[in-house]
């Protein structure tokens, strides 16, 4: 966890520096920080791959199930899989291999979540409605179908809905698709130009890697009536407060409306691998936090976002206080 903590920001921080590395002081300015980005990279890749080897010789010495559910475990038994079924020629299934996709999972999935729900809460919080959607949104969550044990159809532990569910929620899926269109938690992406393409007056040649700056889209009037405003019922079908219905998904609202749902998840074989598991995170938090707490944003603070996931600058500072129990029963 310290590891965690000392090597992901400079990780983080080497994002969208200059790929050079260039010398003291440079090398420790966000714009420049792309040696110190490698070298937390490569110190990382130490770590992980020591976790790797203590994990392996635990199971080895019968100090644990090979099967426990960790996601060492998992990469273990598809490993082996692999190595049983993979042709020659093709990708090595390497301990490189996994431990790449372990920083690939902790450098995605550190701070978008948390960042997005933070913005939900600061929209939630400001907004002219916000209460009277907070309280739509708890209705919403409370219908949420549970069990007391064993495991659902879905495989998915006891008493939890399954990531599948979220598709019950519009409205709340609407609020993440709104907090995410005006604070997108990655502004941007990269891509490769797979052919020569001319940009208002600009040509783009085939090969170039390219930014897309999904806060400057999200916020584009021709795509969004009050770009700046927080309405996620524009997402939900007709537009307006009155169309939540559970059978009002927040593509067909989309449709509907003609206003495009935000490219938060990605698409085609850029989408985001954690997506499910983003989305059950988010119906969880809110689902455990609107019925229990009332909270109250502080005012006056700043909430400009910070690279490279787009929180508040200076974090969100609220006052909660617990609800009544005869409002949480």
Not at 48 to 70: E, K, Y
Request: hydrophobic letters at 40%.
């Amino acid at each position: 966890m310290e590891d965690t903590k000392r090597l992901l920001p400079a990780l983080l921080t080497g994002l969208f520096s200059f790929p050079y590395r260039f010398p003291p002081p440079l090398n420790k300015l966000p714009t420049f920080a792309f040696g110190s980005s490698m070298d937390a990279r490569q110190e990382y890749k130490d770590v992980v791959r020591d976790l790797i080897q203590r994990r392996r010789a635990d199971v080895a010495a019968g100090m644990g199930a090979s099967n426990s559910g960790g996601i060492l475990d998992s990469f273990f038994e598809l490993q082996k899989q692999y190595q049983m079924d993979a042709e020659e020629g093709s990708f090595s299934f390497d301990d490189d291999f996994i431990i790449d996709n372990v920083i690939t999972i902790l450098f995605a999935g550190k701070d978008t979540t948390s960042v997005t729900l933070t913005r939900m809460l600061q929209l939630l919080g400001t907004a002219e409605d916000g209460k009277e959607i907070m309280d739509q949104l708890i209705d919403e969550l409370s219908k949420a179908a549970t069990v007391d044990d064993g495991e659902r159809e879905d495989g998915t532990a006891a008493g939890l809905p399954g990531a599948g569910l979220f598709t019950s929620f519009p409205l709340l899926n609407a609020v993440v698709l709104e907090a995410n269109r005006l604070h997108p938690s990655v502004g941007a992406v990269f891509r490769t130009t797979r052919k020569d393409i001319s940009y208002n007056g600009y040509l783009i040649p085939e090969g170039e890697t390219i930014s897309w700056n999904l806060n400057q889209g999200s916020l584009a009037e021709t795509l969004y009536p009050e770009p700046r405003k927080f309405c996620p019922f524009r997402f939900l079908h007709g537009g307006e407060k009155k169309d939540t219905d559970s059978a009002a998904s927040p593509g067909a609202g989309a449709r509907s409306t003609g206003q495009p749902i935000p490219p938060m998840w990605g698409f085609g074989k850029h989408m985001c691998p954690g997506r499910e598991l983003a989305k059950l995170e988010m119906v969880l938090f809110m689902k455990t936090f609107l019925p229990k707490f009332d909270f109250e944003v502080v005012e006056g603070q700043s909430f400009s976002g910070s690279l490279p996931a787009n929180g508040p600058k200076d974090k969100l500072r609220v006052i909660l206080k617990a609800k009544a129990p005869a409002a949480v029963a």
